[in-house]
């Protein structure tokens, strides 16, 4: 079946340093969506990419989506201690566009301030 | 409602005990979904329902997990017999076409 894997599981960084993680699907698929878990909280809704090669940007945070569609990324530039977190990529399965998504298993984000 | 909300937000049961966990969608979303959280790892997938069916039941782990929707609103999760390796965070979410999910804050289970 359809895997979803994430890297790294967790990174350690500074308040100001950069931050990046990476997503990549075994199929292609026809979107991506990013969401963030805080500490003792649930996941909350980030952002949907659709289109090969697609860049978005919220405030600090830049999403990117692979040409063949099948990888993603998620840049925190200056990182701040809210942006302590699970980050989560996901994709529908089977090919479609909507229904059931697959989450990677997250990357664990700790800033030290 | 505003949000999605789930009840109870914890539940401490004893082994051997059946539970309910209840989900209430964001008013208008069509599709809802259950996915199950253990301790410090991803969300795993449990079923969906898109109105009142069920297309997808492939994560349910055993056949003492069951779920319904009724009036394509309220749905309730069912565990019978519950054992420990089914303590998590259940989560709730649901959507409109294909928008990104709204989750609910989860029901925390511990059977002991």
């Known amino acids: 079946g359809q895997q979803v894997m994430q890297i790294p599981q967790y990174q350690h960084v500074q308040e100001g340093e950069d931050f990046t993680t990476y997503c990549n699907s075994s199929t292609t698929l026809s979107n991506i969506q990013w969401y963030k878990q805080r500490p003792g909280g649930h996941p909350v809704f980030l952002i949907q990419l659709v289109k090969s090669g697609e860049v978005k940007k919220q405030k600090r945070l830049t999403f990117q989506f692979g040409e063949a569609k099948k990888n993603s990324s998620l840049h925190i530039t200056a990182t701040q201690t809210t942006d302590v977190g699970t980050y989560f990529c996901?994709?529908?399965?089977?090919?479609?566009?909507?229904?059931?998504?697959?989450f990677g298993q997250g990357t664990i984000l700790t800033v030290h301030p | 409602g505003a949000g999605v909300s789930q009840s109870p937000s914890n539940k401490v049961t004893e082994k051997g005990k059946d539970v309910e966990l209840r989900c209430d969608p964001i008013?208008?979303?069509?599709?809802l979904y259950w996915y199950r959280q253990s301790l410090g790892q991803g969300l795993e997938f449990l079923i969906y329902?898109?109105?009142?069916?069920?297309?997808?039941k492939s994560g349910l782990p055993s056949d003492r997990f069951s779920a319904e929707r009724t009036g394509g609103s309220v749905s309730t999760l069912t565990i019978q017999r519950t054992q420990q390796e089914d303590s998590a965070v259940y989560l709730c979410a649901s959507s409109f076409g294909q928008n990104g999910y709204t989750f609910g804050s989860g029901t925390r289970l511990t059977v002991v």
């Open positions: 008013s208008g979303h069509t599709a």
């Open positions: 329902f898109q109105g009142n069916s069920a297309p997808d």
């Open positions: 996901a994709g529908p399965s089977g090919g479609t566009s909507y229904g059931k998504l697959t």
